[in-house]
């Protein structure tokens, strides 16, 4: 079946601007992820999803960035007022959820690459 | 808190040798350990996870790992190198009162000499 996917692939933008980052789950999956990876780095936890509602958004760094959920599904990832140091590839990943256990295998998409220039 | 140290940034070996990429952790409760392979433009796929069953845990592609409490690592493994292996690895952590929230390693670049 299909993975997780994520668009766009890529997305330049310029310091100020505003933007959106979208996440499809796989399908059946109750749980989505976000995450940030600056060059060199591992990726870092921004905010998890159970259904709809935030579970913990305890990584996501300040107020300019959000993410909603609506309707248990796509998500999407908002950055307002972006600044070079937001660069990175965020990585998005899904899973079926608490209902599986606690061994919940988390499946990555392949990453939208922003620059902030 | 949780952490997760990859020893190495860049590991080369000999198709054919063995492959060790090393990782230790610190975590203050039991942990869940995993790596991952970052593929280029692909995210990451999990290779093994260990969740407190047995201690030597085999993945996909021919790669091991054990968890060794005493030790704090759970370093990876592979006998025989092949040069498809040559790829971004990634050591993480999480536990069982925040399974959902992985901790990553830096990673660690395997190289593949012919």
């Known amino acids: 079946g299909a993975g997780v996917s994520q668009t766009p692939s890529n997305k330049v933008t310029e310091k100020g601007k505003y933007v959106e980052l979208r996440c499809d789950p796989i399908s059946g999956h109750t749980a989505l992820y976000w995450y940030r990876q600056s060059l060199g780095q591992g990726p870092e936890f921004l905010i998890y999803f159970q259904g709809t509602g935030a579970a913990d958004d305890s990584g996501l760094p300040n107020d300019r960035f959000f993410a909603v959920r609506p309707e248990g599904s796509v998500s999407t990832l908002k950055i307002q007022r972006t600044e070079r140091g937001d660069s990175a590839v965020y990585l998005c990943?899904?899973?079926?959820?608490?209902?599986?256990?606690?061994?919940?295998?988390?499946?990555f998409g392949p990453g939208t690459r922003l620059t902030v220039l | 808190a949780q952490s997760v140290t990859q020893l190495g940034s860049h590991v080369s070996v000999s198709e054919g040798a063995l492959v060790l990429l090393r990782c230790n952790y610190s975590?203050?409760?039991?942990?869940?350990l995993f790596w991952y392979v970052q593929y280029p433009n692909q995210g990451l796929q999990l290779l093994l996870k260990y969740t407190s069953a047995a201690t030597l845990v085999k993945g996909i592609n021919g790669f091991e790992a054990e968890f060794k409490k005493s030790e704090t690592s759970f370093h990876l493994t592979k006998p025989s190198a092949h040069m498809s292996d040559a790829d971004e690895y990634l050591c993480a952590v999480s536990s069982y009162s925040s399974a959902s929230k992985i901790i990553f390693g830096s990673g660690t670049r395997l190289s593949i000499r012919p």
């Open positions: 975590s203050s409760v039991p942990p869940y």
């Open positions: 990943a899904s899973s079926l959820g608490l209902t599986s256990g606690l061994t919940d295998t988390q499946y």
